[in-house]
Nanobody
Framework: QVQLVESGGGLVQAGGSLRLSCAASGRTFSSYAMGWFRQAPGKEREFVTTISWSGGYTYYADYVRGRFTISRDNAAKNVVYLQMNDLRPEDTAVYYC????????????????WGQGTQVAVSS
């Protein structure tokens, strides 16, 4: 069982930065691939980025590649981070982290555990 709690959301101006954190409980955190997804108002939840259990593999959606960076700390904190730079109004959404056993995937259906989400709002 893995419990996930996101934090770090807030209101920022376009061009600004935020760093989201996802704290995970459970002794086997290091064996889970992690992902970030987001859901904007009136839209379906979409994939943002994923990282493998080791941190050696990452993949980004085209619309965030080059601006967002995912990383993880398995050793001490059991935390996954999402560094978001050059934020745009279209990045406004609730951001969710998710965990799955096995390899990373962009498919939401592959993730077994989900956090409650953290709101990110970007003003123009």
């Amino acid at each position: 069982q893995v419990q996930l709690v996101e934090s770090g959301g807030g209101l920022v101006q376009a061009g600004g930065s935020l760093r989201l954190s996802c704290a995970a409980s459970g002794r086997t955190f290091s064996s889970y691939a992690m992902g970030w997804f987001r859901q904007a108002p009136g839209k379906e939840r979409e994939f943002v980025t994923t990282i493998s259990w080791s941190g050696g593999y990452t993949y980004y959606a085209d619309y965030v590649r080059g601006r967002f960076t995912i990383s993880r700390d398995n050793a001490a904190k059991n935390v996954v981070y999402l560094q978001m730079n050059d934020l745009r109004p279209e990045d406004t959404a609730v951001y969710y982290c998710a965990a799955k056993e096995g390899p990373s995937t962009t498919a939401q259906s592959g993730y077994k555990y989900w956090g409650q989400g953290t709101q990110v709002a970007v003003s123009s």
